[in-house]
């Protein structure tokens, strides 16, 4: 009987040392500080700054204001803002092309072509002239006629109100023409007069075409002679 006893005390205490145990266990994870854990916890500031790169480095070098290069200067060249646009020198004389065409010439080995042009150039201010060129390519063509046109270059005399003093009328080849004045009616022509008039930068005149041609170089080259033939 007294052996039975002690044995159910000794195992009560056991039991109960080790519910203290378990109970201490419990408090000392509990009161463990953060220092003593393995894992530390990293400040968002630090981690802010390792994802995101600096500025220079995200625009391959160089520094960008606000908005970019757009409201400063560009690499090379001069400032959008403040600037002005150099403006493209105007020509001398205007020109209008009345005629081009094409030439062939039969040759040992074939056909050969070749381009003829009619200019008609001027500057609007009492100057006005006709010219022809020819060459192989159309451009070339052009500018050999725009050269005759002012090598042929007369001036021409007209009044204060940029009309002519007078009738005139003249005919070249096959294209006959007559000019007359007429006050606050602007140019009543047609066909290449028209141009060779408004080239010459005159107004208020009225023109016909005499001749039952219809050649454009000619009746600009009839214009041209009887714009010549006008005395103040």
């Known amino acids: 009987m007294t052996n039975q006893l002690s044995t159910d005390d000794t195992n009560n205490m056991n039991n109960t040392q080790n519910d203290v145990s378990i109970s201490n266990g419990v408090e000392d994870e509990k009161n463990i500080t953060p220092s003593e854990t393995e894992e530390t916890t990293v400040p968002a ?97 052009i500018e050999k006629a725009m050269r005759d046109a002012k090598k042929h270059m007369i001036r021409v005399a007209t009044t204060e109100s940029m009309s002519i003093p007078h009738d005139v009328s003249a005919k070249e080849s ?41 050649n454009k170089l000619n009746i600009a080259r009839a214009t041209v002679k009887a714009l010549a033939q006008l005395k103040k």
């Open 45 to 141: 500031e630090a981690v802010v700054v390792a994802a995101e790169p600096p500025a220079d480095v995200r625009s391959g070098g160089r520094s960008r204001g606000r908005g970019g290069d757009r409201g400063g200067r560009r690499e090379g060249g001069r400032s959008r803002k403040g600037g002005k646009r150099e403006g493209r020198e105007r020509a001398e004389f205007d020109q209008r092309t009345i005629l081009i065409r094409r030439v062939a010439r039969v040759m040992a080995g074939g056909r050969r072509f070749s381009f003829s042009a009619a200019i008609v150039a001027g500057d609007r201010k009492g100057r006005v002239g006709v010219g022809l060129g020819k060459a192989g390519d159309t451009a070339l063509a």
């Open 174 to 214: 096959s294209g006959t023409v007559s000019i007359r004045p007429a006050p606050r009616r602007g140019i009543v022509a047609g066909s290449s007069v028209k141009i060779v008039l408004e080239l010459a930068g005159i107004t208020d005149v009225t023109a016909k075409i005499l001749s039952s041609s219809k």
